[in-house]
């Protein structure tokens, strides 16, 4: 093993494996975003790298988000955080959360 320097992320860091009985499909509007390229590409990269996420997009047109989850590593309130908290915590808000099986 290697460690990475201080405030660097590791170049390879494995994601858990999804468990399809656990799959849930999120849907949920995102208010804020001004763009497709720097806005919507970049909250659906961090959705789609997020451990326990199978897959994630973003349609700016329609300000929604649909995201494949593993239930049991994720849930609505952690893919809301991690929306809100992309760019400075303050642009994006998430709304209208529909998440089921």
Known sequence: QTASAPGEKPATEAKATINPENLQKATFTIDGMTCA???????EKELAETNGVQSA?????????????DSALQNPESLTKIVEATADGETYKVSNMVAAK
Do not use: N, R, W
């Open 37 to 43: 390229i720097g806005c919507a590409k970049t909250i």
């Open 57 to 69: 997009t973003v349609d700016f047109d329609k300000k929604e988000a649909t995201v494949s989850f």
